[in-house]
């Protein structure tokens, strides 16, 4: 008889393991530099647009399951995107700058695309910045630092990853002497990818295609190739996150094979905090959860089936919500109208077209249009001395202005953005990053993993598991 239950027993088991749904379709979010701060700081935007204080949630944010994950790499209490994002692909802590190597920066560790590949599905890895960036990079590619851009796009071309989307190549050409490697476009067309410019060029080309890159269009390209434009800056015509989403999930879905991995980073958040540029992060936030919108909609389409994930691989900045006074004015945010790095091109422009016209009334008028100053928002007269100091040091030479990771500000376009964060009562920290909190937000099959604290390690982990695919050791 007890060799009875115990055989009922086991066949209960097993059919309970059989019944176990799998995440057949799942959506990995990355925003890069999105620490808890910087959530909160673009639901308070939102809110404060209402016209009231509070919080506006985001789409992700309403996700029933959320979990606070440490950052710190194997070497350094601060992480850097390329071991946070090591972290986030392969479950495994490594050196700041390497690309999903140990930290002896030789053995080769694998992620959960990977996985996902050999688990029969479809993957797609995609970004707002350059495809061979350190977030994209660390789900396809090995490398001892993440500024190998050419040895890492040539793994790319040869990664039979289904679907990639960002704005290009960061180094499509071997610079080395003596090389006659074709570019990296060429060798990715030799290995079977169809590369497309623009979202139009993807619906022409996406029905032939066995393997597909969406890049932006080439003039873009040629004005800018390290990122699509930011959502303060897109014009008609430029490439944005949501359009890459969107392909690659149409690209992904009519694959043949068994479900998919589509990973998607919102890299652009990282650098309008390096840059502290709270309008142009808030913007980019909010572009980024348009974007999981677009999986959220899918996911209800096949509730039994999807997983979403969204994170972070640090917090960039040390952001601070606040800085004195007990109030908030981010709605003030909404009156700049274009990101920094943008507006310090903007003034050079004009400055060469206008030569010895270029006066301090004609940029107050400028930076009136632009960030609403002295219209729209009242400013103290130390405020407009700091920018009249600024135009007479830039047409001075006096003071060259002030370079962060990934732009530089003239003196001008600087001081109009130390004076947003005053208004807005925002403050920054650095223009790197910290070792704050960041958020884990979960919907779907497996999504109930997603809760208390856990480190970015187990992220992965968790995806795979739910999934039923095997990270390799």
């Not at 630092?145 to 704005?167: A, P, W």
């Not at 080395?176 to 079977?192: C, I, R, T, V």
């Not at 060029?201 to 890159?213: E, G, N, R, V």
Request: overall charge neutral.
């Amino acid at each position: 008889m007890k060799k009875f239950y115990l055989l009922i027993l086991s066949l209960t088991l097993t059919c309970a393991a059989f019944a176990q749904p799998k995440a057949k379709y799942v959506f990995y979010f990355i925003g890069d530099g999105m620490g808890v701060n910087q959530v909160n700081g673009a639901e308070t935007y939102l809110a404060a647009l209402e016209g009231r204080i509070g919080i506006k949630s985001l789409c992700f944010t309403q996700f029933p399951y959320a979990a606070f994950v440490t950052t710190y790499s194997a070497t350094n209490g601060v992480t850097d995107s390329a071991a946070g994002g090591t972290a986030l692909a392969t479950g495994h802590k490594t050196k700041n700058g390497a690309i999903s190597v140990l930290k002896d920066l030789q053995t080769p560790i694998y992620s959960v695309a990977e996985a996902a590949q050999r688990g029969g599905a479809a993957v797609g890895i995609s970004t707002s910045v350059t495809v061979d960036h350190a977030t994209p990079a660390v789900f396809y590619a090995h490398a001892e630092h993440r500024k190998m851009y050419y040895e890492i796009g040539k793994q790319l071309t040869t990664s039979n990853v289904d679907f990639f989307g960002g704005s290009d190549f960061h180094s499509p050409v071997n610079k080395e002497k003596n090389n006659s490697e074709p570019d990296l476009y060429q060798q990715a067309k030799n290995n079977g990818y169809t590369i497309a410019r623009g979202y139009a060029d993807f619906t022409q080309k996406a029905a032939k295609a066995k393997k597909m890159i969406l890049f932006q269009p080439e003039t873009d390209s040629k004005a800018f190739r390290y990122s699509i434009p930011y959502k303060l800056d897109r014009k008609p015509g430029n490439l944005s996150l949501e359009q890459i989403t969107q392909a690659g999930i149409s690209f992904l879905t009519k694959q043949k094979k068994d479900g998919f991995f589509f990973m998607v980073e919102g890299g652009m958040i990282d650098w309008a905090c390096h840059g502290n540029d709270a309008a142009s992060y808030v913007n980019e936030l909010i572009d980024m959860d348009k974007c999981v919108q677009i999986a959220y909609e899918f996911y209800k389409q096949h509730p039994d089936s999807t997983l979403i994930v969204i994170s972070a691989d640090h917090e960039t900045g040390g952001l601070s919500l606040g800085r004195g006074p007990y109030e908030l004015h981010l709605d003030r945010l909404a009156y700049q109208k274009t990101s920094l790095a943008e507006y310090t091109r903007h003034l050079k422009a004009l400055h060469q077209s206008l030569k010895e016209n270029f006066t301090w009334e004609v940029v107050k008028a400028d930076l009136q249009t632009n960030f609403g100053f002295w219209d729209k928002i009242e400013l103290t007269e130390q405020q407009t001395a700091r920018l009249k100091k600024a135009y007479d040091d830039l047409m001075t030479g006096i003071a060259a202005g002030k370079e962060d990771m990934y732009s530089k500000k003239d003196p001008i376009t600087y001081a109009a953005g130390l004076t947003m964060d005053e208004v807005s009562l925002i403050g920054w920290q650095s223009g790197g990053h910290s070792n704050g909190f960041v958020g884990a937000y979960a919907i779907g099959v497996g999504a109930e993993a997603f809760q208390g604290q856990i480190d970015n390690t187990e992220i992965p982990r968790l995806i795979a598991k739910a999934a039923g695919w095997q990270l390799r050791p």
